[in-house]
């Protein structure tokens, strides 16, 4: 079966720090990846994405992640946090080529210290 | 439109009443999604619609009914709540390996 695991429940950062959000993934096949942001009472929205094509993706917001098959991993980061960027962020993969089934990782809330 | 909508965004139920919740897209995605999510976890999916037909079912509580009228609208019937019930209700709709497309919620409460 295909999962995600996020390392840190709750990481901390002060403005203008690196973000540096961890994901690994179970999979025994080529799995779609994504990142989503969740903010307080509100829906998610994906950041970014990866279906097999260049291992660095670009989203949206400044955030990036690097898809890396040897360590099974798709860390999320971004260069320099912003206050805005407090939120709740999850990892997830898709179970099957259609990605019409997406399981979520548990999440890891961001918090940014001025 | 590139929105999932979905009504009402806050429902306070009995655990006798009937009610409904509502979703709908216009964006021509074939696949729609309900989830659940409880405070500080992660969504957790109860049902998905692709081609307006039930694809899976996550062995929800009867007490959930979901029905898709149409590819644009997705919705949950509610009947005989419990107050665990009590979460954030998710829809989403997606196209081929895209991702999906989240709405921002109804949150429920059961009293």
């Not at chain 2, 419990?82 to 059961?110: H, I, K, M, N, W």
Request: aromatic share 10%.
């Amino acid at each position: 079966a295909q999962s995600v695991t996020q390392l840190g429940s709750h990481v901390s950062v002060s403005e203008g720090a690196l973000v540096l959000l961890r994901c690994n993934y179970s999979s025994s096949v080529p799995p779609y990846l994504f990142w989503y942001v969740q903010y307080p009472n509100q829906g998610l929205q994906l950041l970014l994405k990866y279906t097999s094509a260049a291992t660095l993706v670009k989203g949206i917001n400044g955030f990036e992640a690097e898809f890396k098959k040897s360590e099974t991993s798709f860390h999320l980061t971004k260069p320099s946090a912003h206050m805005s960027d407090a939120a709740e962020y999850f990892c997830a993969v898709s179970v099957d080529s259609s990605a019409s089934k997406i399981i979520f990782g548990s999440g890891t809330r961001l918090s940014i210290r001025p | 439109d590139t929105e999932v909508t979905q009504t009402p965004k806050h429902l306070v139920m009995g655990m006798t009443n009937k009610k409904s919740l509502k979703c709908e897209q216009h964006m021509g995605h074939r696949a729609m999604y309900w989830y659940k999510q409880k405070a500080k976890k992660p969504p957790e999916l109860m049902f998905v619609y692709s081609y307006e037909k039930l694809s899976i079912n996550e062995s929800v509580p009867s007490r959930f009914s979901p029905e898709c009228p149409n590819s644009s609208l997705l919705n949950l019937h509610l009947h005989a709540l419990q107050p665990e019930d009590s979460a954030l209700y998710l829809c989403a709709s997606s196209q081929g390996s895209g991702g999906y497309t989240f709405g921002s919620g109804t949150r429920l409460t059961v009293v």
